[in-house]
């Protein structure tokens, strides 16, 4: 079987979107296939996101695996 592409997926906080760009940038020059965010930018969808991130709290009271109201 011919040798395969290493392929990477980056994932994280937006808030570490120069790193993820560097990373992305290190690794598609090495010749690795980048999996990645497109754009983590300061637009309204990436800060509503970011915001639902942030206001997401599980129920302590919501037994695991049940869904919550």
């Known amino acids: 079987m011919p040798d395969r592409p290493e392929i990477v997926c980056i994932c994280g906080s937006t808030r570490f979107v120069d790193e993820m760009r560097a990373a992305n ?3 598609t020059f090495a010749g690795v296939i980048v999996v990645a965010p ?3 930018d300061d637009s309204p969808m990436t800060n509503s996101m ?4 942030r206001c997401f709290r599980p129920s302590a009271a919501t037994p695991a695996g049940a869904a919550s109201a």
């Open 50 to 53: 970011c915001q639902a991130h």
């Open 25 to 27: 940038r290190d690794l």
């Open 38 to 40: 497109g754009e983590a």
